[in-house]
């Protein structure tokens, strides 16, 4: 058992603690203890952290944030350790020349979010304004990295220590906003699109419009069988989420009530996992989430414990807090939309640190790193060049053995016109990951 010294235990230490060995290393053979005769008796591997070191333990200098409370700017030394970018960085005698520990911190707990920043249309933090931006290593894993460094630094002292051997993985994810393009929109919907495509002497549209009306023709946004055929030839364990708010401006989807979507809801969770997709509206009326909930938990008669929010929706600590309320355990909304990359600088699932309250919660954070909206809308990237930037963040995330997480959505692996090619991007992607 690996034991590690703290003399004074905080919330804030103890949750990077445990991010480091239980989230990212996967190691659980640790306790961490403020007594130092216990401490000087174990015989096993041991680690302090702190101002000095005790003995001839593997030793990691504190710079102090963990020890604080409250949220303020801060001011750190960055540099550059085995080719990565490091954060609160000293000249300390240490077995790392930066403060592992307050670094994953900084960037699990999203401690930037917290402070000022610029905000975009939709009131969403913005890549641009982050720090990994800033800096240049926004498509760098530096969080798993860090924690890798750390764990070379025991096995050096502790040849003996046994960390398991953590594996790569890969989880699509499908986000349903738009579940079809003509079918089952409704008379007003049906005859409002067909007027706003003849104003536009749109006839292609027009023409497609109305063959699949007349059921001649297939929906486009019908890409339900495509999925699970790509699902099951490469044993993929998809997740769907769907969004089922009333009808608003950023919100369009079918309603809850069309016994075709519902229909639809039920045989996707037959075959995969599903969960909700907060509506844009619900992130100003709380209680629209609880309705939403309730309404995918009726359609398909289980519990709903992940979720991820419509236009990525993130404001912390509001919106995890909001689902917090309604028993969800996972949430893959951290990440960008007009980035890829690690938002919070980890391809590993980690808990939730409300940095207001000061307390480590019961939400599983899952981030995601690439969308295909970033490269077609806001990178207005092609075909080739999107694979490329796939493949790259792929890589990074098989070096640190991180998880995958891709997120699509029905209608882009469509045969509209503006959507050709991509489901060679999507097929390409998922065989890269597979392999």
């Not at 003995?55 to 801060?74: C, M, R, W």
């Not at 075909?383 to 995958?404: C, H, L, M, R």
Request: proline share 3%.
């Amino acid at each position: 058992m690996l034991l590690i010294y703290i003399s004074k235990i905080t919330p804030r230490n103890r949750y990077a603690v445990k991010a480091v060995f239980r989230n990212i290393l996967e190691f659980s053979d640790f306790q961490i203890t403020s007594d130092v005769d216990r401490f000087e008796e174990h015989v096993g591997p041991r680690l302090s952290y702190g101002k000095k070191p005790l003995g001839s333990e593997v030793f990691v200098f504190a710079t102090g944030l963990l020890e604080k409370k409250g949220i303020d700017e801060q001011s750190f030394d960055i540099s550059e350790y085995e080719d990565t970018i490091t954060l609160f960085a000293h000249k300390a005698k240490s077995a790392l020349p930066f403060d592992v520990f307050s670094a994953v911190f900084f960037m699990l707990s999203r401690y930037e979010e917290y402070l000022p920043h610029r905000r975009d249309h939709y009131d969403r933090f913005i890549a641009k304004e982050s720090f990994a931006f800033e800096k240049g290593f926004l498509q760098t894993a530096v969080v798993d990295r860090w924690a890798i460094f750390l764990k070379q630094a025991i096995l050096k002292e502790n040849p003996g220590t046994k960390f398991p051997e953590k594996e790569f993985k890969y989880i699509p994810t499908i986000d349903i906003d738009n579940t079809f393009a003509y079918k089952e929109k409704g008379l007003i919907r049906t005859v409002g699109s067909y007027l706003k495509n003849l104003a536009k002497f749109d006839f292609k549209h027009l023409k497609q419009q109305t063959l699949v009306l007349l059921r001649r023709e297939k929906d486009p946004f019908d890409t339900y069988n495509y999925q699970l055929n790509i699902q099951k030839r490469y044993n993929l364990n998809p997740i769907y989420f769907i969004l089922l708010a009333d009808y608003g401006l950023n919100d369009k989807n079918l309603s809850h009530e069309n016994r075709t979507f519902q229909s639809l809801i039920k045989s996707i969770a037959d075959y995969a996992q599903v969960g909700i997709h907060p509506s844009f509206g619900s992130n100003s009326d709380a209680s629209k989430l609880h309705t939403e909930i309730l309404r995918l938990e009726n359609i398909v008669k289980r519990d709903i414990t992940r979720s991820r929010q419509h236009f990525l929706k993130l404001s912390l600590p509001e919106t995890y807090r909001n689902l917090l309320e309604e028993d969800i355990l996972e949430d893959y909304t951290m990440g960008f939309a007009g980035e890829v990359g690690f938002r919070a600088g980890t391809c590993s699932p980690f808990p939730f640190y409300d940095l207001d309250e000061e307390v480590e919660c019961k939400l599983t954070v899952y981030p995601f790193q690439v969308m295909e909206s970033t490269f077609k809308y806001y990178q207005k990237k092609g075909v080739t060049d999107s694979i490329e930037a796939i493949k790259s963040i792929i890589d990074e995330v098989k070096a640190v053995n991180g998880t995958f997480v891709s997120l699509w959505h029905n209608e882009s692996l469509s045969n509209l016109e503006e959507w050709k090619g991509w489901r060679n991007v999507y097929e390409e992607m998922v065989a890269y990951a597979h392999k």
